[in-house]
């Protein structure tokens, strides 16, 4: 079975712009969450998508928002993008009836 | 809402030596699930071993095992012969058993820097 995919896998961005980051959940996985990672705020829980409804969301702000695809495939989007942005996004995804959540590669986030 | 702490930024192992790496939570919980992640220079997110709250018999999975304290809560993670590449960020999470309210949700620590020594 693959793994869990995230494209891209790097991203170079200018403060202002908007950005659209997509992951594609191991098969059979309907569940998605999203995480951003960096050096001063550590791990930190993005949302959570199940079956197109985002069922959990974290303390980010409006700007950051996502949506989750039929296929279960899951997209997040960044609009007017900060300096602070910068970090890498991780998704991950879970069955239902299994405890482990799988991790993708991660997207590197860069804004300049 | 729930806390995860892990009180060592970087430990060092001589290989084939036997590190615990510590985490303390705060839940007012009782139903829970406590994870241990390895996450080596790659970045890629890897689970090394899963305790759920309600057993009370201690996780084991080869040369890794933990040390469970539901009281104390406290769950430490030892490893067992050291090998080069355990090298890696260690964090430890906590995962909510309501799903209702918390869904998938991972709590993580701030992790620790294993670093493994010839």
């Known amino acids: 079975k693959a793994g869990v995919t995230q494209t891209p896998r790097y991203l170079i961005k200018t403060r202002g712009q908007q950005v659209t980051l997509s992951c594609s959940p191991i098969?059979?996985?309907?569940?998605v969450s999203w995480y951003q990672q960096t050096p001063g705020q550590g791990l930190q829980f993005l949302f959570e998508?199940?079956?197109?409804?985002?069922?959990n969301k974290g303390n980010f702000p409006g700007r950051f928002s996502g949506r989750q695809f039929s296929n279960s495939r899951s997209e997040m989007n960044v609009s007017t993008l900060e300096l602070g942005d910068s970090a890498l996004y991780l998704c991950?995804?879970?069955?239902?009836?299994?405890?482990?959540?799988?991790f993708g590669p991660g997207t590197r986030l860069t804004v300049l | 809402a729930q806390t995860v702490t892990q009180s060592q930024p970087e430990m060092s192992v001589q290989e084939a030596e036997t590190v615990t790496l510590s985490c303390t939570y705060d839940?007012?919980?009782?139903?829970?699930?406590l994870f241990w992640y390895k996450q080596p220079p790659s970045r890629q997110m890897i689970l090394v071993i899963r305790?759920?709250?309600?057993?009370?018999q201690n996780a084991t999975e080869n040369r890794f095992s933990v040390n469970f304290q539901k009281a104390a809560k406290s769950f430490s993670l030892k490893i067992s012969d050291s090998q080069l590449g355990d090298a890696a960020m260690y964090f430890c999470?906590?995962?909510?058993?309501?799903?209702?309210?918390?869904?998938?949700?991972?709590?993580f620590g701030e992790g620790t820097q294993l670093t493994v020594n010839p």
């Open positions: 098969s059979g996985h309907r569940s």
């Open positions: 999470a906590y995962r909510s058993r309501i799903r209702e309210t918390s869904g998938s949700r991972l709590t």
């Open positions: 991950a995804s879970r069955a239902v009836v299994y405890n482990e959540q799988f």
């Open positions: 305790q759920e709250a309600y057993k009370q």
């Open positions: 998508y199940f079956s197109e409804t985002q069922r």
């Open positions: 839940t007012s919980e009782s139903d829970y699930y």
